[in-house]
């Protein structure tokens, strides 16, 4: 089982930072999926500032989402 997602912080350059109840920190870049149209709204970098933690994974008004199991396996760990 994965750890939970239980914060995130919007980054420049349409990155994520993710912090999981593990104490792990994991960077994400979104900028690869923007061009799909179900996150092409996160283009507008004051939108893609609405991240939020919700329903275990980061979501965005109108229903946009990321599955956590992506943030988590594709996430560069950070030290922190």
Do not use: C
């Amino acid at each position: 089982m994965l750890p939970e997602i239980v914060a995130v912080q919007a980054l420049p350059d349409f990155h994520l930072l993710v912090t999981f109840d593990n104490g792990e920190h994991k960077h994400f870049d979104m900028s690869p999926y923007l061009h799909y149209p179900v996150f092409q709204r996160l283009q507008n970098p004051g939108f893609f500032a609405l991240a939020k933690v919700n329903y275990g994974t980061v979501t965005w008004p109108g229903e946009i989402d990321i599955a956590p199991e992506r943030l988590y396996l594709e996430g560069i760990a950070e030290l922190v």
